[in-house]
């Protein structure tokens, strides 16, 4: 899970009720973070769980060359 | 961690050393899953690990469709 010391989200993007990609800066790298969010019924607040996985910027750019390698794969299935 | 039982995957995209992009399909619902991975010692393979998440095709949609506003959010950090 995110730890309040990862720093606070400088900006959340909901995909689905319950998945949130946020983009934060920790320790001067800057970090997009795609994670499942829960419902904490004792604050009423959503609270990220602990499937999903950081990446930083340089990794998600990597990500974002195979982006029509993706599509196409989909395509295919 | 991606089970055997999830389907062996249909495309692997390596992103960095030990991250890596799946896709397949599970019960006729296309998966998109955003993973670490690490080395087996016992068969030296790479395996994936706890951290990741799996993207249904109408999440990663979602997910690509905020693209410029995450964009947005990295510059502003």
Redesign the interface.
Known sequence: PMQAGLGTP??I?D??KN?R?T???FRNV?L?D???YYLDNSTGEMRPG????S?T????D???K??L??DE??R??
């Open positions: 400088d900006a993007f995909i689905g998945k990609v983009v934060r800066q800057n997009i795609i994670r499942e602990k499937k999903g996985i990446l910027e340089d990794l998600y990597e990500f974002l195979h982006r390698n993706i794969a989909l295919r299935l």
